[in-house]
């Protein structure tokens, strides 16, 4: 038997490049080895964003659509929806009876968030009770391991005390998951600020040829070279380091030399680049079309996948009940 992996996504926006070289690279590797579970946290995105939720359901699918096109298959692992399994929620409320509350005010995001989020009210219980969910999240299919960016890992260290605490409590039923460090590499935006979609400076999957194109063109470069005779310095290029993650080692070397004596100019650099990137995206956006020609596929692969997670889920809980022996 594989071992479970287990790992959730709030439907925050379309997938970036940042987004696709970490997690869901990591994802799909995984896919293969691991039995996996894959789900989008849409009640986890209502912690925050509770007054106004309308965008959550249109966001859940465009994302379910980015993974597919990115590689998640759904003849391998399993894909669902946090809020079709309404289990998850009452796992919540069971384990939210035995969780002291000072262990959910102790993690770090708790307070990081309510201040980077001032303009909204967190002062709620379900924003406490987030890791709660998760845990159930992680507790309800007896994950082994928990992919997670380093962000996350006091959350799967808080699911591994609660597993514990309902172990003694109860009935040693749950297994403590393990963190799996998702190793995120840093990609620059268009304007070199961290690629991020708050900073407005994001290459999505979603974004056609020509707009990827565009996006590069106008992306920002070594600020000393304003004319095509300076010479640039590509260790301080965003571009450039795109190109370390894109380009094939001749390019990478050819721009390197060839920056720096102002034999190649910014414009063909970043063509080369953006060939790049449309030869490796173009698998995806193939995947994407299709997706889009097919109508119920995406709804085939939720129900699919919630049914499946339905089973694990039911015995998880009846196993939860009897332990409590309620
Ligand atoms: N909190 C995670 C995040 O924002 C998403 C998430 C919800 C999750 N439930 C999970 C991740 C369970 C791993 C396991 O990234
Ligand atoms: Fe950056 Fe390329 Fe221009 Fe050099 S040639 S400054 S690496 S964009």
Not at 148 to 166: K, M, Y
Not at 183 to 209: C, F, H, Q, W
Not at 218 to 242: Q, S, Y
Request: charged share 25%; aromatic share 8%; with cysteine.
């Amino acid at each position: 038997m594989k071992p479970r992996v287990l790992s959730g996504m709030q439907p925050s926006g379309r997938l970036h490049l940042g987004n696709l070289s970490g997690a869901l690279s990591n994802w799909t590797k995984l896919q293969d080895t691991y039995e996996g579970y894959f789900f989008v946290a849409d009640w986890h995105a209502l912690s925050t964003n509770y007054a106004e939720p309308t965008q959550i359901k249109t966001l859940t699918r465009e994302m379910v659509i980015d993974w597919l096109s990115a590689g998640l298959d759904p003849s391998k692992a399993t894909i669902f929806i946090q809020s079709d399994l309404p289990d998850h929620a009452v796992l919540h409320v069971l384990l939210s009876m035995i969780t002291p509350i000072p262990w959910l005010e102790r993690i770090p995001t708790y307070k990081e968030q309510q201040t980077q989020l001032e303009d909204r009210d967190l002062s709620t219980y379900g924003f406490l009770g987030y890791p709660i969910l998760q845990t159930a999240d992680v507790l309800m299919y007896n994950a082994d391991f928990v992919p997670v960016g380093i962000d996350q890992a006091p959350h799967v260290e808080l699911t591994r005390a609660i597993a514990r605490r309902f172990n003694s409590l109860y009935k040693p039923i749950f297994k403590e998951p393990q963190t799996l460090l998702t190793e995120v590499p840093k990609l620059p935006g268009t304007d070199g600020r961290k690629m991020s979609k708050s900073y407005n400076n994001a290459i999505y999957l979603s974004d056609s040829e020509e707009t990827l194109r565009e996006k590069l063109r106008t992306m920002v470069t070594d600020p000393a070279r304003k004319r095509r005779t300076d010479p640039g310095d590509p260790d301080i290029c965003p571009v450039f380091d795109l190109h370390k993650v894109y380009s094939d080692t001749p390019v990478i070397e050819q721009v390197n030399a060839e920056c720096r004596t102002a034999k190649i100019g910014c414009i063909d650099c970043k063509r080369f680049l953006a060939n790049a990137l449309v030869t490796q995206l173009n698998p995806a956006w193939e995947k994407g079309r299709a997706i889009r020609k097919s109508p119920t596929m995406v709804d085939d692969v939720l129900q699919e996948g919630a049914k499946r997670a339905r089973v694990t889920a039911s015995a998880t809980m009846q196993e939860v009940r009897d332990a409590i022996g309620i």
